[in-house]
């Protein structure tokens, strides 16, 4: 039987009262985050109250009440997807869901300087306009967040030993890369070889700018954010890569069917799981 969640009597369905609604919009507001949160849920109350408490049922799976980690691994994510979407209101949000739950602005900032390898010089003017002018004067969290088990920074997991002395790809270099890939997917995406045959200075930086924008958050969070943009893409290659990424630097199954279904839930419903079946369905089998 489904429980009451955060105002709402989930054991009736069909039927919500005035206190429910009252209680649910106060409990949102209760942290006074940005407002969003507080007029969607009465957009949901007022108007397709079974619809809300179905969503709010759904919703704890993946975030609160089911528990700190969820909360973080979520909001985590969304920070990616908001940057990619332009939602200023969002990215403020998760910034402070992510603050209050005890990541340091150090944290925040590398998830935002790995998103910025998807979204581009557009993609870090909404964060500023978000949260920059707020940057300069946030202390530390009020607490350190616990990250799952397994989880861990090691910024060198990133490397495969690219030469910056220069800007050209190297034998070595090429040499290097290609043997991160084997060693850690085992095999070489087809992106990594055409870039290297048809811009090998850039496919050499940009690899470079991917190895340095995480550095204190655990190296899981990679695989972890690229799963919720290739759901969102519907890229098959870009699910299996992530997934194999995942695997190797030691994510559960369980952390990759989150990844993609969280992301389903929020932003792509089911049309989202076409792309994971085709990529993960037989690589999850055998985990």
Same mark, same amino acid.
């Given at each position: 039987?489904?429980?009451?969640?955060?105002?709402?009597?989930?054991?009736?369905?069909?039927?919500?009262?005035?206190?429910?609604?009252?209680?649910?919009?106060?409990?949102?507001?209760?942290?006074?985050?940005?407002?969003?949160?507080?007029?969607?849920?009465?957009?949901?109350?007022?108007?397709?109250?079974?619809?809300?408490?179905?969503?709010?049922?759904?919703?704890?799976?993946?975030?609160?009440? &089911?528990?700190?980690?969820?909360?973080?691994?979520?909001?985590?994510?969304? =920070?990616?997807? +908001?940057? !990619? @979407?332009?939602?200023? *209101?969002?990215?403020?949000?998760?910034?402070?869901?992510?603050?209050?739950?005890?990541?340091?602005?150090?944290?925040?900032?590398?998830?935002?300087?790995?998103?910025?390898?998807?979204?581009?010089?557009?993609?870090?003017?909404?964060?500023?306009?978000?949260?920059?002018?707020?940057?300069?004067?946030?202390?530390?969290?009020?607490?350190?967040?616990?990250?799952?088990?397994?989880?861990?920074?090691?910024?060198?997991?990133?490397?495969?030993?690219?030469?910056?002395?220069?800007?050209?790809?190297?034998?070595?270099?090429?040499?290097?890369?290609?043997?991160?890939?084997?060693?850690?997917?085992?095999?070489?995406?087809?992106?990594?070889?055409?870039?290297?045959?048809?811009?090998?200075?850039?496919?050499?930086?940009?690899? &470079?700018?991917?190895?340095?924008?995480?550095?204190?958050?655990?190296?899981? =969070?990679?695989? +972890?954010? !690229? @799963?919720?943009?290739? *759901?969102?893409?519907?890229?098959?290659?870009?699910?299996?890569?992530?997934?194999?990424?995942?695997?190797?630097?030691?994510?559960?199954?369980?952390?990759?069917?989150?990844?993609?279904?969280?992301?389903?839930?929020?932003?792509?419903?089911?049309?989202?799981?076409?792309?994971?079946?085709?990529?993960?369905?037989?690589?999850?089998?055998?985990?």
């Amino acid at each position: 039987m489904a429980p009451r969640s955060e105002g709402l009597d989930l054991h009736n369905i069909g039927e919500t009262t005035a206190d429910e609604i009252s209680g649910a919009l106060a409990h949102v507001w209760s942290w006074r985050g940005p407002l969003y949160e507080t007029y969607a849920t009465s957009l949901q109350l007022d108007y397709a109250p079974d619809f809300a408490k179905l969503s709010r049922w759904a919703s704890d799976i993946f975030g609160r009440p &089911a528990g700190e980690s969820a909360v973080v691994l979520q909001s985590c994510q969304n =920070i990616h997807s +908001y940057i !990619m @979407l332009g939602w200023e *209101t969002g990215i403020r949000n998760e910034f402070d869901t992510l603050r209050r739950n005890g990541l340091t602005k150090q944290e925040l900032m590398e998830l935002v300087m790995f998103t910025q390898l998807y979204a581009g010089m557009r993609g870090l003017g909404h964060v500023y306009h978000a949260v920059g002018d707020f940057l300069p004067i946030w202390a530390d969290p009020p607490k350190r967040f616990e990250w799952p088990e397994g989880w861990a920074a090691e910024p060198d997991a990133f490397k495969c030993g690219l030469d910056l002395s220069t800007r050209d790809l190297t034998a070595d270099d090429i040499t290097n890369l290609t043997g991160w890939y084997e060693r850690t997917i085992g095999y070489v995406p087809d992106s990594i070889t055409f870039g290297i045959r048809v811009n090998p200075k850039f496919t050499k930086l940009n690899r &470079a700018r991917w190895e340095v924008a995480i550095k204190t958050l655990p190296k899981q =969070i990679a695989p +972890y954010l !690229m @799963l919720r943009h290739h *759901t969102i893409t519907q890229s098959v290659d870009g699910l299996r890569e992530s997934a194999l990424l995942g695997k190797s630097w030691g994510m559960t199954a369980d952390e990759v069917i989150r990844a993609v279904s969280n992301t389903a839930m929020y932003f792509t419903n089911f049309e989202g799981f076409y792309a994971a079946h085709e990529a993960l369905d037989s690589l999850l089998e055998n985990w």
